[in-house]
């Protein structure tokens, strides 16, 4: 059964102190690694897909990386903006064209000022 | 643009009212699914719709029903509602529907039901 763990659960960080957050998967056949931010209240907003060990992507303070046991999505210098959850996903191989996303349950970020 | 819609945002019933929960999107994708977000349990699939004219289960199907009205629409539907389906549901869609594309969320319908 494909599971995917995120830790911590909850990250409090001040203004400006870097960090990680982890996203553990055993994921069968693993075709993409996806990051997504939600806001209290509101839907998951895609952040990154990677697709291959070692690959990485960055937006603005945030960076995905991903080995073949895990991801991590490393904030530097983070703002109060950038606090939310922050759900990591992983895609299967799949029996047709359609893979099954299995969620984590999510690491809830906190920065403050 | 604007995405994927849900409506509606908030819905309160009594167990074993019906009701159901509509989504659309604007993005011509050929996929849409249908999850559920519980705390601790992280997004659960319930039904997913690979292209028009196809529905599958997912991991939690039970209690519910879809329609893939056309390429744009996308309805679940609960029949006889039950405190246990108390949940926050999100509609996605994704372009091919395979599994490295990326699913886009709705905004969510959050359902009490009594």
């Known amino acids: 059964e494909d599971q995917v763990t995120q830790s911590p659960e909850a990250l409090r960080l001040q203004e400006g102190e870097s960090s990680s957050l982890n996203c553990s998967y055993t994921?069968?056949?693993?075709?993409?690694l996806f990051w997504y931010r939600q806001d209290p209240g509101k839907g998951p907003e895609f952040l990154f897909t990677?697709?291959?060990a070692g690959e990485e992507k960055e937006k603005e303070r945030l960076k995905a990386t991903l080995t073949k046991k895990e991801s991590f999505l490393h904030i530097t210098a983070p703002k109060p903006e950038d606090s939310a959850t922050y759900l990591c996903?992983?895609?299967?191989?799949?029996?047709?064209?359609?893979?099954?996303?299995?969620f984590g349950q999510g690491t809830i970020l906190t920065v403050h000022p | 643009n604007a995405g994927v819609t849900q409506t509606p945002k908030f819905q309160v019933l009594k167990t074993g009212q019906s009701m159901t929960l509509q989504c659309a999107q604007d993005m011509n994708h050929n996929s849409m699914y249908w999850y559920r977000q519980d705390p601790g349990m992280g997004l659960r699939l319930i039904y997913y719709?690979?292209?028009?004219?196809?529905?599958d289960k997912g991991e939690v199907p039970n209690g519910y029903n879809v329609s893939r009205l056309n390429k744009r629409e996308f309805s679940l539907r609960l029949e006889s509602a039950a405190p246990s389906q108390t949940s926050v549901y999100f509609c996605?869609?994704?372009?091919?529907?395979?599994?490295?594309?990326?699913?886009?969320f709705g905004p969510g319908t959050r359902l009490t039901v009594l």
């Open positions: 996605a869609s994704s372009g091919r529907g395979q599994f490295t594309d990326t699913q886009y």
């Open positions: 990677l697709y291959s």
């Open positions: 994921v069968s056949g693993l075709r993409g």
């Open positions: 996903a992983g895609a299967n191989a799949g029996g047709t064209s359609y893979g099954k996303l299995t």
């Open positions: 719709s690979a292209s028009e004219g196809t529905t």
